[in-house]
């Protein structure tokens, strides 16, 4: 298993690494801003925090998505932003579920790790990237 995750990462390229990057933020503004407001009895975490949780995300989905398709060299300054923007996002996501943790659901405590941990997941990834050849592939 291990080795078929080393394989597929060894082909991201910078390029499509902010691509998965600005996908990412595009399903979780959506979640965050359609569907957990929706259901936020279920998830606890209030709606104007979800609404700017999913702005930010809808942020961070145009800067990655306009890298991936406008950005034709000096990957590695693009990916660094949006690396330290998604470990901010990460902290700011941890504080919150620290103050409202008495509100969450299991449910909302089951989503926000979740997504944090997707998001430290990426981060890696992209810390990779940018710590390897800066040539096109990783």
Same mark, same amino acid.
């Given at each position: 298993m ?5 394989k597929?990462?060894s ?7 902010? !691509?998965? &990057? ?8 959506l979640?965050? /801003?359609?569907?957990? %407001?929706?259901?936020? #009895?279920?998830?606890g975490?209030?709606? &104007?925090?979800?609404?700017i949780? $999913?702005?930010?995300a809808?942020?961070? $989905? ?8 406008? %950005?034709?060299?000096?990957? $590695?300054f ?6 330290? $923007?998604?470990?901010?996002?990460? %902290? ?5 579920? /620290? ?14 790790? #979740?997504?944090? !941990? ?15 050849d ?5």
């Open positions: 291990l080795l078929i995750v080393h597929l990462l082909r991201i390229t910078p390029r499509n690494l902010l !691509l998965i &990057d600005g996908l990412g933020a595009v399903v979780s503004a979640f965050l /801003g359609g569907i957990l %407001v929706k259901w936020n #009895l279920l998830i975490m209030p709606i &104007d925090v979800l609404y949780l $999913a702005a930010i809808g942020i961070f $989905a145009v800067y990655s998505l306009s890298c991936h398709f406008f %950005v034709k060299a000096n990957w $590695a693009y990916l660094r932003m949006i690396m330290i $923007a998604n470990s901010l996002y990460c %902290v700011l996501t941890l504080l919150l579920v /620290g103050y409202y943790f008495q509100e969450l659901t299991a449910l909302g405590v089951g989503y926000f790790g #979740l997504e944090m !941990l997707i998001i430290v997941g990426l981060v890696g990834i992209e810390w990779r990237g940018i710590n390897t800066k040539s096109e592939s990783l």
